[in-house]
C-alpha cells in the first residue's frame, strides 16, 4: 500500500510540475509571432480602445461589454476593434481561436455573443472595408457574408 501511495504522490507531483513549466491553465499574453504579425498587431493597438455604441441595440451592448471583458483578459481591445477584419467568416475564425487558448474562459454562449457583436459592429463601424471586401469576394463568398450578416442584423435591429 505505501508503494503504490508513493508512486501516485510521485506521478502527481509531476503533473503539477510538469503544468506548472508549461504554463497550461494560464491565459498568455502573447504567442511567439513573425515580425510582420507584430507590425500589424501593434498598428491594432495604436487605434481607439473604445467603441461608441450609444446607438447600438440593447441587446449589442451587453455583447459588448462580454466582449469587453472577456477579450482584454488576453490583449487590449483595441487589437479587435482595430483590426482589418470585417467579413463574417474572418471574425467565426478569430473568435474560435481566442476560444481555444488556455484561460480564455470563452464559452460557446460567450463566443456566439462577441462574434455577433463584431459583426453587427463591422457592418456600421467598418462599412467602407466591409463592402471593399465584398466587392472582391467571389459570388458564393458574397452571398454567404451577405447572409449572415442579415442574420445578425435582422436579430439585433428589429429589437
Not at 6 to 30: C, D, I, Q
Not at 47 to 74: H, M, R, V, W
Not at 124 to 150: G, H, M, P, Q, Y
Amino acid at each position: 500500500m505505501k508503494m503504490n501511495l508513493s508512486v501516485s504522490v510521485r506521478a502527481l507531483l509531476f503533473a503539477a510540475t510538469a503544468l506548472a513549466l508549461t504554463g497550461a491553465g494560464a491565459a498568455r499574453a502573447e504567442d511567439p509571432v513573425d515580425a510582420a504579425t507584430k507590425a500589424r498587431l501593434d498598428a491594432f493597438e495604436k487605434g481607439p480602445a473604445t467603441i461608441d455604441i450609444s446607438k447600438y441595440p440593447e441587446a449589442l451592448k451587453d455583447n459588448y461589454e462580454l466582449f469587453s471583458q472577456k477579450c482584454t483578459q488576453c490583449h487590449k481591445l483595441s487589437r479587435p476593434i482595430n483590426s482589418d477584419y470585417v467579413l463574417p467568416d474572418e471574425w467565426s475564425r478569430y473568435v474560435k481561436r481566442m476560444m481555444h487558448k488556455p484561460g480564455s474562459g470563452i464559452s460557446s454562449s460567450d463566443g456566439k455573443k462577441i462574434y455577433e457583436f463584431l459583426v453587427y459592429d463591422s457592418s456600421v463601424r467598418k462599412k467602407t472595408k466591409l463592402d471593399e471586401k465584398l466587392a472582391k469576394a467571389s459570388a458564393e463568398d458574397k452571398a454567404t457574408a451577405e447572409a449572415a450578416i442579415k442574420k445578425v442584423r435582422d436579430q439585433y435591429d428589429a429589437k
